[in-house]
């Protein structure tokens, strides 16, 4: 019998996932199936960005590091984001084919610029003013 040696992963990704799960999700501190998960539970549809994979030397697990701290998840070897403990799906990825076809959209606003319907309605405030007074 053959034994396939698993290669160990550690790269960088941006993958955006979807909670899915009724209840929310409150994700893992750590990369571990043993670690204790964080105190705030994730509501449904919240998204949340995938920065880094990780998988063990020998492991099928994959485990993703989500951005600004939240926590980790993990894949089984479908892909698929389970609950550890109920191994029901959790969250799903976000794909460019899932937005196309209108299955998930989502819409990104940077704190740092305004959006440009703001811009315009100031305009048309600005040049209605002018004209009215």
């Given at each position: 019998m053959t034994h396939l040696l698993i290669a160990p992963v550690d790269e960088e990704v941006s993958v955006?996932?979807?909670v899915i799960h009724e209840s929310g999700m409150r994700f893992a501190k750590g990369?571990?199936?043993t670690s204790p998960r964080t105190d705030k539970v994730f509501?449904?549809?919240?998204?949340?960005k995938g920065v880094r994979k990780v998988r063990p030397s020998g492991s099928k697990i994959v485990f993703i590091e989500l951005e600004d701290g939240k926590g980790w998840v993990f894949c089984d070897k479908k892909g698929k984001i389970l609950d550890r403990f109920q191994e029901e799906e959790v969250l799903v990825e976000v794909t460019a084919?899932?937005?196309a076809e209108g299955e998930m959209w989502w819409r990104v606003i940077s704190p740092s610029l305004p959006h440009p319907f703001f811009i315009l309605s100031?305009?048309?405030l600005y040049i209605y003013q002018y004209f009215v007074d």
């Amino acid at each position: 019998m053959t034994h396939l040696l698993i290669a160990p992963v550690d790269e960088e990704v941006s993958v955006l996932f979807k909670v899915i799960h009724e209840s929310g999700m409150r994700f893992a501190k750590g990369p571990d199936l043993t670690s204790p998960r964080t105190d705030k539970v994730f509501p449904p549809n919240s998204l949340h960005k995938g920065v880094r994979k990780v998988r063990p030397s020998g492991s099928k697990i994959v485990f993703i590091e989500l951005e600004d701290g939240k926590g980790w998840v993990f894949c089984d070897k479908k892909g698929k984001i389970l609950d550890r403990f109920q191994e029901e799906e959790v969250l799903v990825e976000v794909t460019a084919e899932k937005r196309a076809e209108g299955e998930m959209w989502w819409r990104v606003i940077s704190p740092s610029l305004p959006h440009p319907f703001f811009i315009l309605s100031l305009a048309f405030l600005y040049i209605y003013q002018y004209f009215v007074d």
